[in-house]
């Protein structure tokens, strides 16, 4: 089975702190995506890469940045967290060849 | 640029009753269509795909889906409901076009099953 992890269900952190956000999948997968969840807007693309060290900004990338510097590994970067990034991050990852996505449990971050 | 609707924000069905989640979509290219369910404080769990094969999809827990092209539309249906359906529903959609499978989600449908 697929398995994606993130590196904390839950995070709060203050206004301005930098925040780092891991994600690890184990099925060698090319894709990595990572999206915010929020009620009533469901899930929308920030960045995602489909290559070691590749990158690519997705409908809301502004605030974060990314890092893949290992295939299975990507993170997502809050320079400078503000209250109006406290939301559900999910990571999810895929194959070169299929399209489905396979998501990680989710990181509920607070921002104060 | 693909988009979908998903035409309810909550759904309420008894327990052993049939469930309808309405879904539309919108693509300028053959689509690739997806429902997806998260149960509370769980990630996203791939339920069904469409991807151009038979248009009457089967996926896992009883639940199936029909792409109508005529009506853009991809309702998921399941005949009986039980307890243990009751979660969001995200209908999805993926053009045919550009890198890395990207995705886009539908706003979501919570089921609610009750006895």
């Known amino acids: 089975d697929v398995k994606v992890t993130q590196s904390s269900r839950y995070l709060v952190k203050r206004t301005g702190e930098k925040v780092f956000l891991e994600c690890v999948q184990d099925m060698d997968h090319e894709n990595m995506f990572w999206y915010r969840q929020d009620p009533g807007l469901g899930l929308r693309l920030i960045y995602f890469s489909y290559d070691v060290k590749m990158k690519e900004k997705g409908d809301i990338p502004e605030g974060y940045s990314v890092s893949r510097e290992k295939k299975e590994r990507f993170s997502l970067i809050l320079e400078s967290a503000s209250t109006n990034q406290t939301s559900m991050y999910l990571c999810?990852?895929?194959?070169?060849?299929?399209?489905?996505?396979?998501f990680g449990p989710g990181t509920r971050l607070t921002v104060l | 640029a693909q988009s979908v609707t998903q035409l309810d924000s909550h759904v309420s069905v008894s327990e052993g009753t049939p469930v309808l989640l309405r879904c539309n979509y919108s693509s300028s290219y053959s689509p690739s269509l997806f429902w997806y369910v998260q149960h509370p404080n769980k990630g996203l769990q791939l339920l069904l795909k469409y991807t151009s094969a038979a248009t009457l999809v089967k996926g896992i827990n009883g639940f199936e889906a029909e792409f109508k092209k005529s009506e853009t539309s991809f309702h998921l249906t399941k005949p009986s409901a039980h307890m243990s359906d009751a979660a969001e529903y995200f209908c999805v959609v993926r053009g045919n076009t550009g890198t890395a499978s990207k995705l886009t989600f539908g706003t979501g449908t919570r089921l609610q099953v009750t006895l």
């Open positions: 999810a990852s895929s194959g070169a060849v299929t399209d489905t996505q396979y």
